[in-house]
């Protein structure tokens, strides 16, 4: 595997030269600050290049280019922003850049209840609690029919957990749930975010599938010319929460997406801590089973609850058997001869990762640098024992 680390540029805490010093050799990022839908031009592709490789490292994989909601939605300006991801897509190709990460989840990306949720050794995790989940759209957002996607039980728990909660602790529940868009720091208010998920009403999975198979039948001919390839990220966690469908969660969903386009640069990031949330998904069948089409891989860990509920554990604990999935990743880079660039997706926040809060929720150093060197020693263990 190519040892890649995530960095959200100049802004970000965590440094290219600390990057380095974590052991990677590849570097994964995006022109954070150009809006979403608008092109990415040469000059400022060029600019971040340079500053990574001017620390020895590469730009190996882009996350992401973000789709556009109109995108998402086929509707108003679709066809300018497409063109314009087109044109991203061909700018970074000309910077040599030909690895490009995107998802398709409407409105919101990762969704967790708990940004700093306290482990038994005093470092801290992210969590998706399915109760406190009810209870915020049931009784923060108070959304139209929030009721019918959980079960009674869950919806019991949530009215009583509501009803002992402090304000403070209702504010901080809602700023939690509504972070999920890496790479900012600004929190959506309550009522911004009811307006964009009012265009989603009604909906459906086969629309958005329907959607996603248009945007794909335009942008992977272009890929393909530049000897590109795009990588989706699965749907984290892999349910429909908010009333939005959510498309890209299980075995089936991709075997559909690649139906889309026969091409092998329509492929996917294998999360396994996003598709590991799903207990019904096998992960070293999956990697088996879509072996040509998966170019990224964020490797991270979760722990199950039986009501739906998860955090983030370990790299090598856990629900997901990482033992198992490596060795099945390095059978197919074994039999194609590819590199294929990971990255420790998420990390811990440990040691004096605990006293710098400014860095990126889930993206702290020390935390990531100990999921980056046991997934490594994990490698090189397989590795050796197969010699
Ligand atoms: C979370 C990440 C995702 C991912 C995007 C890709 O930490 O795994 O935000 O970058 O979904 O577009």
């Given at each position: 595997?190519?040892?890649?680390?995530?960095?959200?540029?100049?802004?970000?805490?965590?440094?290219?030269?600390?990057?380095?010093?974590?052991?990677?050799?590849?570097?994964?990022?995006?022109?954070?600050?150009?809006?979403?839908?608008?092109?990415?031009?040469?000059?400022?592709?060029?600019?971040?290049?340079?500053?990574?490789?001017?620390?020895?490292?590469?730009?190996?994989?882009?996350?992401?280019?973000?789709?556009?909601?109109?995108?998402?939605?086929?509707?108003?300006?679709?066809?300018?922003?497409?063109?314009?991801?087109?044109?991203?897509?061909?700018?970074?190709?000309?910077?040599?850049?030909?690895?490009?990460?995107?998802?398709?989840?409407p409105v919101l990306?990762?969704t967790r209840t708990?940004?700093?949720?306290?482990?038994?050794?005093?470092?801290?995790?992210?969590?998706f609690d399915i109760v406190e989940m009810a209870a915020f759209e049931l009784f923060l957002m108070q959304r139209p029919g929030a009721e019918k996607a959980y079960t009674s039980e869950v919806l019991t728990e949530a009215e009583t957990l509501f009803a002992k909660m402090?304000?403070?602790e209702k504010?901080?529940m809602e700023?939690n749930i509504l972070?999920?868009?890496?790479?900012?720091?600004?929190?959506?208010?309550m009522s911004?975010f009811k307006?964009m998920l009012s265009?989603y009403d009604g909906l459906t999975h086969?629309?958005?599938?329907?959607?996603?198979?248009?945007?794909?039948?335009?942008?992977?001919?272009?890929?393909?010319?530049?000897?590109?390839?795009?990588?989706?990220?699965?749907d984290?966690p892999p349910i429909d929460i908010m009333g939005l469908p959510r498309?890209?969660k299980?075995?089936?969903?991709?075997?559909?997406?690649?139906?889309?386009?026969?091409?092998?640069?329509?492929?996917?990031?294998?999360?396994?801590?996003?598709?590991?949330?799903?207990?019904?998904?096998?992960?070293?069948?999956?990697?088996?089973?879509?072996?040509?089409?998966?170019?990224?891989?964020?490797?991270?860990?979760?722990?199950?609850e039986a009501d739906g509920s998860f955090?983030?554990?370990?790299?090598?604990?856990?629900?997901?058997?990482?033992?198992?999935?490596?060795?099945?990743?390095?059978?197919?880079?074994?039999?194609?001869?590819?590199?294929?660039?990971?990255?420790?997706?998420?990390?811990?926040?440990?040691?004096?990762?605990?006293?710098?809060?400014?860095?990126?929720?889930?993206?702290?150093?020390?935390?990531?640098?100990?999921?980056?060197?046991?997934?490594?020693?994990?490698?090189?263990?397989?590795?050796?024992?197969?010699?």
């Open positions: 595997m190519k040892h890649t680390f995530r960095w959200f540029g100049a802004h970000d805490p965590v440094t290219l030269a600390h990057i380095r010093q974590a052991g990677a050799t590849g570097v994964v990022t995006a022109l954070h600050h150009i809006a979403n839908g608008e092109v990415w031009e040469v000059a400022a592709i060029e600019k971040v290049k340079n500053a990574i490789e001017a620390v020895g490292l590469e730009w190996t994989f882009i996350e992401s280019i973000p789709v556009h909601e109109n995108i998402k939605l086929r509707q108003g300006d679709f066809r300018k922003r497409i063109d314009n991801y087109k044109q991203s897509l061909v700018n970074a190709a000309r910077c040599g850049i030909h690895q490009v990460c995107y998802n398709f989840m990306d990762w708990r940004l700093f949720w306290e482990l038994p050794h005093g470092g801290t995790a992210l969590r402090s304000a403070s504010q901080v700023d972070k999920g868009l890496p790479g900012t720091v600004e929190d959506l208010s911004d307006a265009p086969q629309d958005l599938k329907s959607n996603l198979s248009f945007f794909l039948n335009e942008v992977i001919p272009v890929a393909e010319e530049h000897h590109m390839v795009m990588a989706i990220h699965p984290d498309i890209v299980s075995e089936q969903d991709l075997e559909d997406l690649i139906s889309f386009v026969d091409s092998p640069a329509n492929g996917i990031t294998l999360c396994t801590g996003s598709l590991g949330a799903n207990p019904e998904v096998d992960l070293p069948k999956i990697v088996a089973k879509f072996a040509d089409r998966i170019h990224f891989l964020h490797l991270r860990n979760v722990r199950r955090y983030e554990d370990n790299h090598l604990d856990g629900s997901v058997d990482m033992y198992a999935v490596v060795a099945e990743i390095m059978n197919i880079e074994q039999q194609s001869g590819r590199e294929i660039p990971m990255r420790p997706d998420h990390g811990h926040q440990l040691l004096d990762d605990l006293n710098t809060s400014s860095a990126y929720c889930g993206y702290s150093a020390i935390g990531r640098l100990k999921g980056l060197a046991e997934l490594r020693g994990l490698e090189l263990g397989i590795k050796r024992t197969r010699l």
